[in-house]
Nanobody, 120 residues
Framework: QVHTAESGGGLAQAGGSLTLSCTVS????????MGWYRQTPGNQRSLVAT???????NYADSAKGRFTLSRENTRNALYLQMNNLKPEDTAVYYC??????????????WGQGTQVTVSS
């Protein structure tokens, strides 16, 4: 099985910064893409940013210019540097890893989520 685990959430003031980390563990053939999504109560999970194994990134408009995604392939790790945080960034942030098991089946594994709270 494959597991993802997030860390780094917490409380920040508006204008502050936080860095979220995600690590992927387990038996896998490849990780094709990783990303961060976020969810607030009563709303669907929404894209924050994703990155492919080749390094191509995709950011939500709300994240562009403030958030930076990076990936450390050798450690199966993903990082989200969040700067100039706003109260509307308050959400539970989820890491997702998408790839293939050794026998070829695909996986799409989500973490438990980490809470980010930004105070005004």
């Amino acid at each position: 099985q494959v597991h993802t685990a997030e860390s780094g959430g917490g409380l920040a003031q508006a204008g502050g910064s936080l860095t979220l980390s995600c690590t992927v563990s387990g038996t896998m053939s490849s990780i094709n893409a990783m990303g961060w999504y976020r969810q607030t109560p009563g709303n669907q999970r929404s894209l924050v940013a994703t990155i492919t194994s080749g390094g191509s990134t995709n950011y939500a408009d709300s994240a562009k210019g403030r958030f930076t995604l990076s990936r450390e392939n050798t450690r199966n790790a993903l990082y989200l540097q969040m700067n100039n945080l706003k109260p509307e960034d308050t959400a539970v942030y989820y890491c997702v890893a998408i790839g293939y098991y050794p026998l070829g089946g695909p996986f799409d594994v989500w973490g438990q989520g980490t809470q980010v709270t930004v105070s005004s």
